[in-house]
């Protein structure tokens, strides 16, 4: 993979974890298993981007600017910084409903705290649907440091007349 960024931009800079974590993410979108039921998304989006080349809008108010995307067929991705997302970004992202979310942090207490929202807001606002965590996942982009990269793989799925999430494989 070849990434080209501006020298006042950010970007993780350690490439030996970084195609990794790219692949991940990747691969929680696009599933390569013929057996996903799953739609393939269509459309992406980027929460936390920054300027984005295709559709800019702010993150605070990007649902607006994509509410013609199919949800069965969309991915958001959410990179926020340290101190995660906020309540009206997260009761936006549960009112659009897209079928796969990826969340990228690099603090995992306020990760946590997000999905954790996402997961109750969307059992107790989205009628017959919620969010359940398929996968977390570490990347250690800073070895020797506290720190870790974070993705966590939300998908959103039927639920039972029980409040159970019926999960397929």
Do not use: W
């Not at 960024?5 to 991940?24: D, E, K, R």
């Not at 702010?58 to 959410?78: G, K, L, M």
């Not at 929202?117 to 020797?144: A, H, N, T, W």
């Amino acid at each position: 993979m070849l990434f080209q960024y501006g020298a006042s931009s950010f970007f993780q800079n350690n490439n030996s974890i970084l195609v990794p974590l790219t692949s991940y993410v990747r691969d929680a979108i696009f599933p390569s298993s013929s057996s996903s039921t799953q739609q393939k998304p269509t459309h992406l989006v980027d929460a936390y981007c920054g300027k984005c080349s295709f559709l800019e809008g702010d993150a605070a108010n990007i649902f607006d600017t994509v509410q013609s995307y199919p949800r069965e067929q969309t991915a958001v991705i959410i990179d926020p910084p340290r101190k995660g997302s906020d309540e009206k970004f997260i009761d936006q992202l549960i009112d659009f409903g897209s079928s796969t979310v990826v969340y990228v942090s690099c603090n995992v207490h306020t990760q946590a705290r997000d999905v954790g929202m996402i997961l109750r807001k969307s059992q107790e606002k989205m009628s017959g649907k919620q969010y359940f965590v398929e996968s977390i996942r570490g990347f250690d982009l800073f070895p020797q440091t506290s720190h870790v990269e974070s993705v966590a793989i939300l998908r959103l799925v039927d639920s039972s007349s029980s409040g159970e999430v019926e999960m397929q494989s």
